[in-house]
């Protein structure tokens, strides 16, 4: 059983679940484990690791649209070093500073490999859901797509000060506070673009229509992609269906987009449509595929 197969055999049992975060009581509450062995490849520092799993909490936050509070972690390694410790928290500090939250703490355990759980608090009384998109709207993601995949290319080639930059992203909290008021669907983009599109479009009960060439695609991406002497393909490959970019996938009215998007912390790219059904792109069907924990 995947990750997928296991939150549907729970998502009857736990009505709050099947979002970014749960919303209880006006805040959003959200939770992430990350292993050394399958998040953080050789090369990557403490700092990174710390900065990373906290950002991939405080990411969900961004999601529904909410102000991010406070963040915690479990550290579990197989021995404690200062330097090692002192690191990773200086991580976890530094990327809730950068949002506006506070680092708080969390626990130690042994394990026999580095692995963290991250807990990120946010507050909202009009949180965003996958819910609520219509067709006429148009679909739209912050920043830039497959970050994480061309760091990955690089911690392979041992260049890892770049890699290691590429890996610490800015959790798109801003974004999402500002497209809160507007946006009528909305999550990130943890599992890849393609399956964020399917993801909203079951919640939402609608399709999608989008063209690659609207797309915004990082620039790391076709760096390692020219280097390794890869075709286009393979810029599709690691920008629309790799995933652990942590940007926003969302949808909202087109005049609403033209208000907000001079005023966003960060830029927006309208990549298609809402329609009544189907994920297409460039009018062929997009699949949906992306990343999974335990398989795919």
């Not at 950002?55 to 909410?66: F, Q, T």
């Not at 930059?165 to 999550?187: S, Y």
């Not at 390692?224 to 920008?239: C, H, L, M, Q, Y």
Request: charged share 25%; with cysteine.
């Amino acid at each position: 059983m995947d990750e997928r197969a296991a939150l549907s055999l729970l998502a009857d049992r736990l009505p709050r679940a099947g979002d970014d975060a749960a919303v209880v009581d006006g805040h959003v509450l959200t939770t992430d484990m990350l292993h050394e062995t399958t998040d953080f490849p050789a090369g990557t520092t403490r700092y990174t690791a710390g900065w990373r799993a906290v950002g991939a909490s405080l990411s969900d936050v961004a999601a529904m649209g909410a102000e991010a509070t406070a963040a915690v972690a479990v550290y579990a390694a197989p021995e404690f070093e200062e330097a090692d410790l002192a690191e990773f928290v200086a991580g976890a500090s530094d990327v809730c500073e950068v949002v506006g939250a506070e680092y708080v703490g969390g626990d130690l355990d042994e394990s026999r490999e580095f692995t963290t759980a991250t807990t990120a608090l946010g507050a909202t009384d009009d949180p965003v859901y996958r819910s609520g998109a219509s067709p006429g709207e148009v679909v739209c993601v912050t920043g830039t797509l497959g970050r994480t995949a061309a760091a990955l290319e690089l911690f392979e080639q041992n260049k890892t000060e770049r890699a290691n930059d590429l890996f610490r992203f800015e959790p798109r909290i801003a974004a999402g506070r500002a497209l809160a008021p507007h946006a009528t669907a909305m999550m990130d983009s943890s599992d890849g673009l393609a399956r964020s599109l399917h993801q909203l479009a079951e919640a939402s009960d609608c399709g999608f229509s989008v063209s690659w060439d609207s797309v915004p695609v990082a620039e790391g991406v076709r760096e390692v992609t020219e280097e390794r002497g890869d075709g286009e393909e393979a810029v599709r490959e690691r920008s629309l269906f790799f995933g652990e970019d942590f940007e926003l996938v969302f949808t909202i009215s087109e005049d609403r987009l033209s208000a907000i998007r001079p005023e966003s912390p960060t830029p927006i790219s309208m990549i298609g449509e809402v329609t009544d059904s189907g994920v297409e792109m460039d009018g062929a069907e997009l699949p949906d595929r992306g990343y999974t924990h335990g398989g795919e």
